[in-house]
């Protein structure tokens, strides 16, 4: 069996996903059955990223995250035939750990190189849950978008006007003191709270969003209270309960508005969530309950697929590839940290 290496270095994580190129008969294999995905985020107790920090976290546990991922898939190295990597969008010194770790792999292989965008793959992995022409809530750290497939491109029809809502989160998350990555801490402390829901900014235009004016609230409110400890292990403000739940319920709500807009102004029957707050057990609640009212489908990937990894970079690396663009020119591949959705040609339809 022949396989592919999706290397995942956007932001916080790296991951190696590998996945099978051909089948024991040795024909293509276009579908790509996942056989590893191993990742490794970086992670602070308090505060959020600096970049080269995360990149100094990815030189470190890249080897051991790669070795694991050999182990999980059950191949050699001699098995590797294609190695594709995240070239697009993200965060620059992270993107170039893992386009030097790619390089060096292919290179080392005598494979050719495949340069994979980050948020089309979050969009075409959807494939494994049986979408076929969904709108696309793409909900993640630095991305907030309303993506369908028209026209050869995968085009955005609503977006943030400011910051990614993950990247929102995180920010009320280091204002409480909950460290990074916040998200699964405000579910929880949203999850406990059972009171009245609190009034806070709601800014939907269109199909496009904003949090500043809610994040400036929401911090408002929280630097005027005062903070007890928690059984979080840390100290957050005294009504942080019923601040998560407000949060979580208002900004969902603005979600899942443009993305019913989005459904009705393309005509599509399907919804898929992609990106890590499509992790989020409320998000996908509210999203279900429209699409039942909407009469349409629903895909949520799993959520090792719906986070960043390296499966989603391998399976849509294999799709490339199969049309001939992969390189054993390495020299010539490069990162490009601010490519957005839009801008990358689909040929592999």
Partial sequence: MKCIVGIESTAHTFGVGILSSKDDSGDPDLNGKILANVKD?????????????????????????????????GIGEEDIEVVAFSNAPGLAPCLLEGMDFAKRLAKRLDVPLVGVNHCVAHLVIGETVGAKDPVMLYASGANTQVVAFEGGRYRIFGETLDLGVGNFIDSIGRTMGLGFPAGPKIEELASEYDGELLELPYSVKGMDVSFSGIQTKIRNLILTRNSVPSKLGTKVPSSSGKLAFALQENVFAMLVEVA???????????????????????????CRIMCEERGCKLFVPEKSLLVDNGAMIGYLGLKIWKTGLGTLDYGSVDIAPRERTDEVEVLWE
Avoid at 260 to 281: M, P
């Fill in 41 to 73: 985020s970086y992670t602070t107790s308090e505060g959020g990223m600096i970049p080269m920090e995360v990149r100094a976290h990815h030189k470190k546990t890249s080897s051991g995250v790669w070795s694991r991922a050999l182990g999980d898939a």
């Fill in 260 to 286: 019913e807009r989005a459904l009705a102004h393309t005509g599509k029957s399907e919804l898929l969530l992609g990106g890590g707050v499509a992790c989020n057990t409320r998000l996908v609640e509210m």
